[in-house]
Antibody, heavy 118, light 107 residues
Framework: QVQLQESGPGLVKPSETLSLTCTVS????????WSWIRQPPGKALEWIGY???????NYNPSLKSRVTISVDTSKNQFSLKLSSVTAADTAVYYC????????????WGQGTLVTVSS | EIVLTQSPGTLSLSPGERATLSCRAS???????LAWYQQKPGQAPGLLIY???SRATGIPDRFSGSGSGTDFTLTISRLEPEDFAVYYC????????FGPGTKVDIK
């Protein structure tokens, strides 16, 4: 059974960079596409972007200038960096697995709350 | 960018009733790249339907999806107590996006 676990700081200061890692177990990171999604408290889901193990990425146009997703195949992990954060970036951040570039999100991590505050 | 709208915002029903949720896209969704997810409070979303009408593994057959182009529907034939939740549609074409969600609550 595939498991995904997000990790990283729960509090980030405004203007700094949010950094999260998703650790994958039960599946090789070299076989699927890996996504980040976020959900502000009480609000809807927002797709952030995805990466393939080769390093190919696709980002939400509204976040593209601030987002970097990377993959570490040796650790079976992938990561999210979001720069110049503001309070509007406060959200639960989820990592997820998809079979291909245009497929649904088949497995999700439990999510981690990141608060942007000084 | 494809914008998804969902209606109604909230659906108040009793157990055993039929639920019909709508998802409308601002432009045609390629090859029915449309999914539905269920989210319960404090939990991550879970995949219900993909390809507009295919049930994900382990999803009971009271859940069904239909539609194509710009209009899609999720139907729950008979609501069970565990079905009261928020439902999101997602298009997963070249630039994925989610709808705002429909909350199904107990009447």
């Amino acid at each position: 059974q595939v498991q995904l676990q997000e990790s990283g700081p729960g509090l980030v200061k405004p203007s700094e960079t949010l950094s999260l890692t998703c650790t994958v177990s039960g599946a090789s990171i070299s076989s699927y596409y890996w996504s980040w999604i976020r959900q502000p408290p009480g609000k809807a889901l927002e797709w952030i972007g995805y990466i393939y193990y080769s390093g190919s990425t696709n980002y939400n146009p509204s976040l593209k200038s601030r987002v970097t997703i990377s993959v570490d195949t040796s650790k079976n992990q992938f990561s999210l960096k979001l720069s110049s954060v503001t309070a509007a970036d406060t959200a639960v951040y989820y990592c997820a697995r998809q079979r291909g570039a245009t497929t649904a999100l088949m497995d999700w991590g439990q999510g981690t709350l990141v608060t942007v505050s000084s | 960018e494809i914008v998804l709208t969902q209606s109604p915002g909230t659906l108040s029903l009793s157990p055993g009733e039929r639920a019909t949720l709508s998802c409308r896209a601002s432009q045609s969704v390629s090859s029915s790249y449309l999914a539905w997810y269920q989210q319960k409070p404090g939990q991550a979303p879970g995949l219900l339907i993909y390809g507009a009408s295919s049930r994900a593994t382990g999803i009971p057959d009271r859940f069904s999806g239909s539609g194509s182009g710009t209009d899609f529907t999720l139907t729950i034939s008979r609501l069970e107590p565990e079905d009261f939740a928020v439902y999101y549609c997602q298009q997963y074409g070249s630039s994925p996006s989610f709808g705002p969600g429909t909350k199904v609550d107990i009447k």
